[in-house]
């Protein structure tokens, strides 16, 4: 019974996993003919309108969340919502179908930002080991990004800006995992996905509203609608939900382990859908970094 528990905990987990590398070099650039905000605000509006058809009762939670709940759960949706997606997708967007594996992969420098955050705002203790495995990390995605040399700022600008945007959208994310961890003392993790994508909903049509972008929604066509379909179902809510289930029943170390699938279907669709291949530097930097990352999961 404990061995079906974690197999299927595992495979819930890998799904999701596979499923973000999907959207990541698959799904979310091919809406790259609409603004980022515009984007983003869709793909959170989206899947929290069809959870209120399932999740209506979390509203009851209104009633009875302090101001610091509320606070921790706005950081929750500023940071992994609204701030990290629109990082993450103007990235997508920057590389225009080349390197998009690079920057997903990039992505995965975000347990260094969690684990620092959760140090700083949680108290928890680093172990010595961390500091090594963090250089290791940043260095090994520096090489994945650049290669031996100094980026060419001119040259290489949109590789550099979707690098850093990269970085940004690893902090961020990390950031929220440290608040959603805070908030998972008190609340379950359907209390907290609603609420990310209800307050991250609010916050970007806000942000689409000042930029003049509402409007947008006439320049949808057929094809953008689908794909905020598939990714609403799949690579949005539906994998977040996935992995939540898996991670209730598997150690975070083997969390850890098969969430290596991100990573690894991430190159596999790059180049199956858009035949782009890592050089031999970024493989063995990609390769080192990933090494690191476990490392780092697996000590602290």
């Not at 605000?41 to 899947?47: K, Y």
């Not at 990039?106 to 140090?119: E, G, N």
């Not at 290489?156 to 990269?166: C, G, I, K, T």
């Not at 993790?189 to 000042?210: C, D, E, N, P, Q």
Request: glycine share 6%; no cysteine; aromatic share 14%.
């Amino acid at each position: 019974m404990k061995n079906d528990t974690l197999i299927r905990g595992s495979i819930a987990i890998g799904i999701a996993a596979i499923l973000w590398g999907l959207d990541g070099v698959v799904l979310t650039p091919r809406l790259y003919n609409l603004p980022v905000e515009f984007v983003v605000f869709i793909l959170h509006a989206l899947p929290f309108l069809l959870m209120n058809i399932f999740l209506y009762k979390q509203y009851s939670y209104l009633k009875v969340f302090s101001l610091k709940d509320v606070s921790v759960l706005l950081l929750v949706a500023l940071l992994g919502g609204s701030i990290g997606t629109i990082a993450i997708v103007k990235a997508l967007f920057l590389v225009n179908f080349q390197e998009l594996s690079v920057v997903v992969l990039l992505q995965k420098l975000q347990p260094i930002f969690a684990i620092s955050l959760a140090a700083i705002l949680l108290k928890e203790k680093l172990t010595k080991n961390f500091g090594i495995w963090a250089i290791v990390a940043t260095l090994a995605g520096y090489t994945l990004a650049f290669g031996f040399h100094l980026p060419n700022m001119q040259a290489d600008s949109n590789s550099v800006l979707a690098s850093l945007y990269a970085l940004l959208a690893a902090i961020s994310f990390g950031g929220s995992t440290v608040f959603g961890k805070k908030a998972l003392a008190k609340y379950s993790f359907k209390t907290i996905t609603f609420y990310r994508y209800g307050f991250a909903s609010v916050m970007m049509f806000f942000l689409v509203l000042i930029l003049g972008q509402i409007n947008q929604f006439q320049f949808v066509t057929n094809q953008n609608a689908v794909f905020f379909v598939v990714i609403s179902l799949t690579t949005g809510s539906g994998a977040i939900f996935l992995y939540y289930i898996g991670l209730n029943n598997v150690k975070a170390m083997v969390a850890t382990m098969v969430e290596l699938l991100f990573p690894i279907s991430s190159v596999l669709f790059d180049y199956w859908i858009n035949k782009n291949t890592l050089s031999l530097v970024q493989w063995v930097s990609a390769a080192v970094m990933i090494f690191a990352i476990v490392n780092l999961n697996r000590t602290n």
